[in-house]
């Protein structure tokens, strides 16, 4: 809903984006649940299995969405931002081809 309220109904409607609100606290409520919770154990790079997996590359496409707000979900999230890195290394070129 951030996505949509923040950059696909404005450009529709060729007005600016509404202030932050709900959305946007919503969308950082999961953020931070993925980076101190999914991600809290040492140096885990995925968010389930020492592998990659559906889950892993389903979090990084939403995580895509979001960066075209201008807004940087990785900031103050360097669990989450690693593990964002590590599903774009694993599925290399497939990954950067698909989000062009």
């Known amino acids: 809903m951030f996505v ?3 950059w696909i109904i ?3 409607l ?3 984006p509404p202030e932050d609100g709900l959305y946007r606290y919503l969308m950082e409520e999961s953020l931070n649940i993925l980076e101190n919770i999914w991600l809290s154990e040492g140096e885990k790079e995925f968010l389930i299995f020492d592998k990659i997996s559906f889950a892993d590359i389903l979090a990084c496409c939403d995580l895509e969405q979001v960066l075209i707000t201008d807004y940087n979900p990785f900031e103050n999230r360097p669990k989450l931002e690693r593990m964002w890195r590590a599903v774009k290394t694993a599925t290399s070129p497939f990954y950067e081809e698909a989000h062009q």
Do not use: A, G, S, V
């Open 14 to 16: 060729k007005q600016p």
């Open 10 to 12: 404005p450009r529709l």
């Open 4 to 6: 949509k309220t923040q």
